[in-house]
Every structure is written in structure tokens, then in C-alpha cells.
């Protein structure tokens, strides 16, 4: 009797993947993203998810590291108190520090707008055999200095060169941008945790709340809170505009941040087993020293033993 053959683990965690996957083929409406979704699963299930994934990107990452040919760049974007900083730090728990960095950008400095905007993140790029993380990205340039055109104007470019179509621009830019990046070796994942108004609401109380998260809580939260459905409005522009079968966005539902964890967690592990990631193996030259070696040392274990008598 035939046994069914096995699902990969990219099947086995398609439902949490591909619902919430938009590649720029079709249309996109964000209001058509629910921010509450929750799948078949309830938060203990969730946990047993997201502890499996836990170690499979341990693995993942070992394989990655020693093969050196992969590099691996994942985008974090969200309205503030959307639960980026707690989806990093629960998804990587675990991770050899030493292949993988987390790059959390902010207004930029004197120095980084004399240069492109796209400057100061091919600086932070990962290395081959590495995990990139950005917490907020290149992303900003078309959604806070849009939101903010006075931002724009700090950035000194040439007057005539700030037109009507400057957004159109840097959604080419960041495409062809994604793209090299792809032809070059370096995967890119974009992830946009979809949080609710009302969500948002209940987390800046909860910051308040709490002695041990006001340090989270600025008032700017709350004058960028009021400027809600511009962006809305942006971020769906972006994803329409810069959604490729190379670097797809996913709109992960983040009202519920156990959910969110197993929507990354999934994207990112079957993601990498596509990659076929392996230890490299020695040629024979290489064993036939490795074997010389190993007799030498077991020799000297031996020597060692008939001192000591």
C-alpha cells in the first residue's frame, strides 16, 4: 500500500501564509485585510506553532551561517504600538546573535541626508550567511515624508527635482532597488502588521498604564494617531506599488500579536527551506587530512595514558 507522500513545511504552513500574501498581481484594497484574524487557532495552539518555528529558524539559521550564499533581509512596517519590537523579539528568541542584526531607523541625521535616501539602509544591508532585520525601513521615505512634506523638504534635494511624481519615483527606486537585491543573493521579506484604530487605542492605554512601558509612549504617538487615515491611505499605495513576485508584502493581521508571530514565523521558515540550505561538505582532499588528524590526536590521547601509568 502507497504511502501519501509527506507535505513540505512550506504546505503545512501555507494557511498562514498565503491568505495574507500580496505579490502585486490583482488589486488591493486594505479595508479587505481584516486586523482581528485569528485562522483555525486559538492562543495555546498558537504557542505550539510558534515554538515549532522557534526551532526550525534555529536550524535554519545554522544552515544558512555555515553555507554563506544566502542572505536574508526582513522588513518590519507598522503604525506605531503595532507590535513590531515584540514580533522580533519573540520570533528570534534563540537566534545566534552573531548571524543576525536588527536595524531600527529613525529620523535620519546630518549626514545621512547628504545622502540618497536609500543610503543609510544599503549601509545595513546583511552579509551573505546572515539574517537582516529593519525595524521601520526604506519604507519611510514614502510614508512619513509624505505624511510629512516638511521632512522632504530637510532632505536638500534639488528643487527641481521634487515634482509631482516623486512618489511614483521612489516606488520604482525601491523596486529595482528589491530587485538587485534578489539577483544578488539576498531574499527580501516585507512584512506589514495590520493593527486596528481601536487596537491602537487600548495599547497606548496599556503604556500608560504600566511603569515598565511608559518609556514606549511619546506624544508624537499621539499626534501621528490623528493623522490615522492618511496613513491608511499611504500604506496602501506602497503595497500596491511595490508588491513583486520578488518581494511580496504580507498584511499580517496584528490585533491579535500571537497570531501576527505565527504568520511571520511561517513566512519566514518556509521561506528559507525553499532556499535547500545545507552544510557544506569537505572535498576529499579535505577528509583525507581530516583523517591524518584525527589519528594524530587519538595518538596523543594515547601517549597521554601511558605517562600518566
Given amino acids: 500500500m502507497n504511502k501519501k507522500p509527506s507535505k513540505s513545511l512550506a504546505q503545512e504552513l501555507d494557511r498562514y501564509i498565503s491568505p495574507f500574501r500580496h505579490d502585486g498581481s490583482g488589486k488591493f484594497h486594505l479595508k479587505d485585510h481584516k486586523t482581528d484574524?485569528?485562522?483555525?487557532?486559538?492562543?495555546?495552539?498558537?504557542?505550539?506553532?510558534?515554538?515549532?518555528?522557534?526551532?526550525?529558524?534555529i536550524e535554519f539559521q545554522e544552515k544558512l551561517y555555515a553555507q554563506d550564499r544566502w542572505s536574508l533581509l526582513i522588513v518590519f512596517q507598522a503604525m506605531d504600538a503595532g507590535g513590531k519590537d515584540s514580533a522580533i523579539k519573540a520570533i528570534f528568541e534563540g537566534i545566534n546573535p552573531q548571524g543576525c542584526e536588527v536595524h531600527a531607523f529613525k529620523a535620519p541625521s546630518s549626514?545621512?541626508?547628504?545622502?540618497?535616501?536609500?543610503?543609510?539602509?544599503?549601509?545595513?544591508?546583511?552579509?551573505?550567511?546572515?539574517?537582516?532585520?529593519?525595524?521601520?525601513s526604506h519604507y519611510e521615505e514614502c510614508l512619513v515624508t509624505r505624511v510629512h512634506p516638511e521632512i522632504l523638504a530637510k532632505e536638500k534635494l534639488p528643487p527641481k527635482l521634487v515634482t509631482k511624481h516623486i512618489w511614483r519615483e521612489r516606488f520604482e527606486d525601491i523596486s529595482a532597488f528589491e530587485r538587485y537585491l534578489c539577483r544578488n543573493g539576498t531574499v527580501v521579506l516585507k512584512f506589514f502588521l495590520n493593527v486596528s484604530r481601536e487596537e491602537q487605542r487600548k495599547r497606548f492605554l496599556e503604556r500608560l498604564?504600566?511603569?515598565?512601558?511608559?518609556?514606549?509612549?511619546?506624544?508624537?504617538?499621539?499626534?501621528?494617531?490623528?493623522l490615522w487615515p492618511r496613513y491608511q491611505a499611504v500604506y496602501q499605495d506602497i503595497v500596491r506599488h511595490t508588491a513583486t513576485p520578488h518581494a511580496p508584502w504580507y498584511v499580517v493581521p496584528a490585533d491579535?500579536?500571537?497570531?501576527?508571530?505565527?504568520?511571520?514565523?511561517?513566512?519566514?521558515?518556509?521561506?528559507?527551506?525553499?532556499l535547500d540550505l545545507r552544510f557544506p561538505r569537505a572535498d576529499k582532499a579535505s577528509?583525507?587530512?581530516?583523517?591524518?588528524?584525527?589519528?594524530?590526536?587519538e595518538k596523543e590521547e594515547t601517549g597521554g595514558r601511558k605517562k600518566a601509568k
Fill in 209 to 226: 498604564e504600566d511603569p515598565a512601558k511608559q518609556w514606549k509612549f511619546s506624544m508624537d504617538d499621539i499626534k501621528e494617531r490623528a
Fill in 37 to 57: 484574524e485569528r485562522g483555525d487557532l486559538d492562543k495555546e495552539k498558537a504557542q505550539a506553532v510558534l515554538d515549532s518555528n522557534k526551532k526550525r529558524l
Fill in 287 to 297: 577528509l583525507q587530512e581530516f583523517e591524518q588528524v584525527r589519528q594524530a590526536l
Fill in 111 to 136: 549626514k545621512e541626508l547628504d545622502h540618497d535616501f536609500l543610503w543609510r539602509h544599503m549601509i545595513a544591508l546583511p552579509e551573505r550567511g546572515r539574517i537582516g532585520i529593519f525595524n521601520r
Fill in 256 to 274: 491579535h500579536k500571537w497570531f501576527a508571530r505565527v504568520v511571520i514565523g511561517s513566512v519566514i521558515n518556509a521561506t528559507l527551506e525553499k
